[in-house]
């Protein structure tokens, strides 16, 4: 019954170094999706995929990559950290609903902070 | 611009004080509104989904509904344990992800 799992929960960068956080969800879900939240600014979205080898852009993608080579598993890259992403970032998935969204299930989320 | 806004942005309540959040939006073409619940250090948890203007789900004390501008979450003789952040998000395009407001911060005190 593990859902949407994230890791890590915790991490420090310093400014300059890239680092994955991973995501894996085990529902068998098309769409995958990255949020980032911040004080005030509410849930962003940064990337996201409706299915494997198919992604997309969200509202703050700047200084992120993502690919989707499977189902299960949609990491995001950090490519050089700046102290501008730190923040919590939530993965997310959803079921496929034809020409309707359906509900998104989140991990838990990893803290980020850059130094 | 597709737009979520929700009000208030903080809410005190007394045990047993009844009383609603709003959610308005402005989207080209609503495909879904829904509600999340969040506890502090967590992961945002599914509540309620909305198609339908005139469409109303409950649980528990949450009972939600919709219209063509906007959502309620009424929360009726509220406990402490209904203290979170509550989320509404709206689906405005088939296989995107969803748009989010800021939240409702509710506490409530015994």
């Known amino acids: 019954n593990a859902g949407v799992t994230q890791t890590p929960k915790f991490q420090v960068l310093k400014t300059g170094q890239s680092m994955t956080l991973q995501c894996a969800q085990d529902?068998?879900?098309?769409?995958m999706s990255w949020y980032r939240q911040d004080p005030g600014m509410g849930l962003r979205l940064i990337h996201y995929?409706?299915?494997?080898?198919?992604?997309d852009q969200g509202e703050v993608p700047n200084g992120y990559n993502v690919s989707r080579s499977t189902t299960e598993d949609f990491p995001l890259r950090l490519l050089s950290a700046a102290p501008s992403q730190t923040s919590v970032y939530f993965c997310?998935?959803?079921?496929?609903?034809?020409?309707?969204?359906?509900?998104?299930?989140f991990g838990q989320g990893t803290r980020l902070t850059v130094v | 611009e597709d737009q979520v806004t929700q009000s208030p942005e903080a809410l005190r309540l007394q045990e047993g004080e009844s009383s609603s959040l709003n959610c308005s939006y402005t989207?080209?073409?609503?495909?879904?509104l829904f509600w999340y619940r969040q506890d502090p250090g967590k992961g945002p948890e599914f509540l309620f989904t909305?198609?339908?203007a005139g469409e109303e789900k409950e649980k528990e004390r949450l009972k939600a509904t919709l219209t063509k501008k906007e959502s309620f979450l009424h929360i009726t003789a509220p406990k402490p344990e209904d203290s979170a952040t509550y989320l509404c998000?709206?689906?405005?395009?088939?296989?995107?992800?969803?748009?989010f407001g800021k939240g409702t911060t509710l506490s409530v005190s015994s």
């Open positions: 997310a998935s959803s079921p496929s609903g034809g020409e309707m969204n359906t509900e998104a299930f």
């Open positions: 529902m068998n879900h098309e769409y």
């Open positions: 995929s409706v299915g494997a080898g198919i992604t």
């Open positions: 989207v080209s073409g609503l495909r879904g």
């Open positions: 909305l198609y339908s």
């Open positions: 998000a709206v689906g405005h395009q088939a296989g995107t992800a969803l748009i």
